[in-house]
């Protein structure tokens, strides 16, 4: 089998990797699993050397702009082929440069579903959507996977779009497509990038480093929150759903928690405490929190449990993970 991840040397992307990498099979067309000989990790920029943990035989890193249909048609290619879609740019991003959003995240994602409709058999696609997707006046105190989808900002209608085909490019039978709806995934290393939520990540982050984090909105704000490793470990197991378990309803909201701002940083001083912690300031950004206030506070994931997909822990054990994952580790 080869494996192709967009979005690849993200992140979320190298976590994916290295999940696949251990788990070693997928299951294929065919319905049985197949060893994972091939894994691309493709993006707009790749490290000269693999990151950590990936430097495999199996392992290739391409660099490339997934708006360019030629380009991703020649590495969606091949029988055996599995993909998860993960390139995007994300909320803030999106709301800054409207064209770049639908370049990358409509037109990107068209181009991911035609190579794949063009591959022989029935690609199997997990496609990231987004809690994004919920919004509006009529936004009910907690959403569902039935609560109707009227997204606030363009990251999220393009979530929206890419959701809508990949259901109707499973129904046509040139694909196998599963979407998955992740919150906000805390805690990520490394820079800040152009998230509205980056402040969920940023307030544990740079305070467990010894530096002061500027929070954009206020301690009342609620979000939807999930673990990186149980994000991860539910893009796997959503991949090995059968088809018919999800029929023709594709994307389902991944597992999460809720908590607000000020229940973060009560988390970081519990989980750090006897650390010298750098300090949370009060720093209001009126356009991040129109974005992120435009967000469901709760979610339920009914249909990802039912589907076997795991549960978060809480919050502080999220918090614990992410300091043996990448302050002690």
């Given amino acids: 089998m080869k494996v192709v991840i967009t979005g690849g040397t993200g992140f979320l992307g190298q976590r994916l990797a290295r ?4 788990r070693g099979t997928l299951t294929g067309a065919s319905g049985a699993q197949e060893a994972i000989k091939r894994l691309v990790l493709f993006d707009s920029a790749v490290p000269e050397r693999p990151p950590e943990g990936l430097d495999d035989e199996r392992v290739s890193l391409v660099a490339g702009d997934v708006a360019d249909g030629a380009t991703v048609r020649g590495l969606i290619a091949g029988e055996s082929l599995s993909v998860f879609h993960l390139a995007s740019v994300v909320s803030a991003g999106a709301e800054q440069d409207f064209d770049l959003a639908l370049s990358v995240n409509l037109t990107g994602g068209l181009n991911v579903l035609e190579a794949c409709r063009a591959a022989p058999g029935q690609p199997r696609l997990v496609f990231t959507s987004s809690i994004a997707v919920y919004g509006g006046s009529a936004l009910p105190e907690t959403i569902d996977d039935a609560t109707k989808i009227t997204p606030q900002g363009t990251y999220g209608v393009t979530k929206v779009m890419n959701e ?5 490019y499973t129904r046509k039978g040139w694909l196998d497509g599963r979407g998955g709806r992740p919150p906000t995934v805390i805690v990520r290393p490394g820079k800040p990038n152009k998230a509205a939520s980056g402040f969920a990540s940023g307030l544990f982050r740079e305070p467990l480093a010894g530096i002061d984090h500027e929070l954009p909105v206020s301690r009342e704000t609620r979000i939807v929150l999930g673990g990186y490793r149980t994000i991860v470990e539910s893009l796997v197991a959503l991949h090995e ?3 018919a378990a999800l029929g023709d309803d594709r994307t389902v909201n991944l597992p999460s928690f809720s908590a607000t701002a000020g229940e973060m940083v009560a988390a970081l001083e519990r989980v750090g405490a006897g650390r010298k912690l750098g300090a949370v300031i009060d720093a209001p950004d009126p356009a991040i929190q ?8 709760y979610a339920r994931a009914e249909r990802a449990a039912a589907l076997g997909l795991p549960e978060n822990p809480p919050l502080d054990e999220v918090v614990r993970q992410y300091i043996e994952d990448y302050v002690e580790g």
Avoid at 290 to 297: C, D, E, L, N, Y
């Fill in 290 to 297: 129109r974005i992120v206030g435009s967000w469901p506070g």
């Fill in 164 to 168: 809508h085909l990949v259901a109707d």
């Fill in 241 to 243: 759903v059968p088809g």
């Fill in 19 to 22: 999940a696949l990498l251990e």
